[in-house]
Nanobody
């Protein structure tokens, strides 16, 4: 079993910054991807950023240039630095880890990010 604990969400004004943190623990014995999805009200969950096991990084077009994902492999931790936040970034952000080769995916509980003046 794998557990993920997120932190760092909150309320921020447009143009502000937040950093989300996520730490995974438990039965992690293989290579894995870690990253962040988000879900806004009445919208589908979307992939925001992914840090692959081989160091390949992906960003959604909507956040590229404003968000930065990083990870600490020794701690199975992943971070999302979010700058120049916009109201449309308002959503619940979910951390995930996907294990290889099973591709089994585990999710954090979600953390609310609200961008509003």
């Amino acid at each position: 079993q794998v557990q993920l604990v997120e932190s760092g969400g909150g309320l921020v004004q447009p143009g502000g910054s937040l950093t989300l943190s996520c730490a995974a623990s438990g039965s992690i014995f293989s290579a894995n991807d870690m990253g962040w999805y988000r879900q806004a009200p009445e919208k589908e969950r979307e992939l925001v950023a992914r840090f692959g096991s081989r160091g390949l990084i992906y960003y959604a077009n909507s956040v590229r240039g404003r968000f930065t994902i990083s990870r600490e492999n020794g701690k199975n931790a992943v971070y999302l630095q979010m700058n120049s936040l916009k109201p449309e970034d308002t959503a619940v952000y979910y951390c995930y880890i996907m294990l290889y080769p099973s591709q089994r995916t585990y999710w954090g509980q979600g953390t609310q990010v609200t961008v509003s003046s």
